[in-house]
């Protein structure tokens, strides 16, 4: 059954438009406060944290009102990287844990992602159950006057956030003597990224540090990857970093310039993982992760798995298999052992672990040839075309014609008004065919 305001990761859409205003942030935290205040039979609070957005400033005193009127006490963090705040809402062992983004969207969009007391992204029963509470009637949710919530702003989150991913490494590690450049997407990781880096002792280039509310993943960020690799070779970093809107994402860019995708990072990190006999079990990618990857595992001897597109469902096969990597070529890459959603600044940390010893970045990655990839993005008026009978012979005829020779995958996207037709194979002029009957068939 499909979800009426969740996606594949939390709530998105455009400001001022159908779910995403001030209205419905109130009834998302009235449904949400009612939810989670009923687990616990003390100390009933909220952590809001948030990205760049100028629309920020509108929504969240709208959620935070409509978590007060439940009688939740909320705390405000400001901007504060998405794994922070999980981190953070497991730390304070609050009820709740909100995040206001809309991750590597423009500023036009927002969103909430949001996290239970496990610091763990809420399942598909959750969501649906809060959907209900949404649209029940309001009254009822509310508290009476003396028993209402008290906000409160807390100033260190960043600090507690940076103190967290540096007590997962030793004592002994530090980044003296090494050159990082670091694009944060003018996004939530603006603060924490250059401090954790600096306070660990490296030199660091910045970029994408100076938001104003409008320039949130504009031309910069993991979406722009040309500009993190100028600045790597401009100041002949070490390591070039780049993170999305609520640093969650990472791709990086090797001191050669080479842009690193998620999928890279994954292979690198569950092949020195199982070097060292920290890998456990295996690694969940996605239905998007390149075949190429898929088949590097099996010479490896590491077992795979595809979870449906999204971290939380790469999370959640994690925790049923008791995998302990996992992640997208997006760059979304959780590692099991330190945090239970993806975390640019944490995946950047064990990156540069690896390279305590003077390896260089060009000499860990490439682990293996990508399968070639085309990706069309579609932007539709409705995603249930892709269930219309011309959609469905398409895509029939496309995966006939490439069977043998790659895969197709055609889907709905979770967070944008759009369809995502993607090709794999070797024979390009065959993957280009494949793409192109689909996409027509959806045009």
């Not at 455009?14 to 109130?26: A, H, Q, T």
């Not at 994954?266 to 990618?285: F, H, P, Q, T, Y």
Request: aromatic share 6%.
């Amino acid at each position: 059954m499909s979800k009426k305001y969740f996606g594949t990761d939390g709530i998105r859409g455009k400001v001022n438009l159908d779910k995403i205003n001030g209205e419905m942030f109130f009834k998302f935290g009235l449904a949400a406060g009612t939810y989670f205040k009923n687990l616990k039979k003390i100390k009933q609070t909220a952590i809001i944290a948030k990205d760049t957005r100028l629309s920020g400033y509108t929504l969240e005193p709208a959620l935070v009102s409509g978590l007060a009127s439940t009688g939740m006490h909320v705390n405000t963090l400001g901007p504060l990287p998405t794994n922070g705040l999980a981190m953070l809402t497991k730390k304070m062992r609050a009820n709740m844990g909100i995040m206001i983004t809309a991750s590597h969207n423009l500023y036009s969009d927002n969103g909430l992602k949001l996290f239970g007391p496990d610091g763990l992204k809420l399942s598909d029963k959750i969501e649906r159950k809060i959907e209900k509470l949404i649209d029940s009637k309001i009254t009822k949710k509310l508290s009476k006057p003396e028993i209402l919530g008290r906000v409160k702003r807390l100033e260190d989150g960043n600090d507690k956030y940076i103190d967290i991913l540096k007590k997962n490494f030793p004592n002994t590690f530090n980044l003296k003597g090494m050159k990082i450049a670091i694009d944060c997407a003018n996004g939530a990781g603006y603060k924490s990224g250059p401090k954790l880096f600096r306070s660990l002792g490296a030199k660091v280039y910045e970029i994408g540090t100076s938001p104003n509310g409008l320039n949130i993943n504009h031309n910069c960020g993991s979406t722009f990857p040309n500009k993190i690799r100028a600045i790597t070779k401009k100041y002949k970093a070490n390591l070039g970093i780049s993170l999305d809107g609520d640093a969650d994402r990472i791709i990086i860019c090797d001191e050669k310039g080479n842009i690193i995708d998620g999928d890279q990072i994954i292979a690198m990190l569950a092949e020195r993982w199982k070097r060292k006999k920290i890998l456990k079990g295996g690694v969940i990618g996605t239905l998007m992760s390149n075949y190429g990857l898929e088949n590097f595992f099996k010479q490896q001897k590491i077992k795979f798995l595809r979870a449906d597109v999204g971290d939380r469902y790469v999370k959640e096969m994690m925790q049923k298999y008791r995998f302990n990597l996992g992640g997208e070529q997006s760059g979304h890459i959780i590692l099991g052992k330190f945090a239970t959603t993806g975390d640019g600044l944490l995946v950047a940390l064990e990156i540069l672990f690896s390279m305590r010893k003077g390896k260089k970045a060009s000499e860990l990655f490439t682990k293996f040839k990508p399968t070639p990839q085309l990706l069309e993005n579609i932007t539709v008026k409705d995603k249930s075309i892709i269930n219309s009978s011309k959609c469905k012979k398409a895509i029939k005829k496309a995966k006939r014609l490439i069977n043998g020779q790659g895969r197709m995958l055609v889907r709905k996207s979770g967070t944008e008004p759009k369809i995502r037709v993607m090709g794999e194979s070797d024979n390009k002029s065959l993957l280009i065919k494949c793409v192109n009957i689909v996409k027509k068939s959806i045009k």
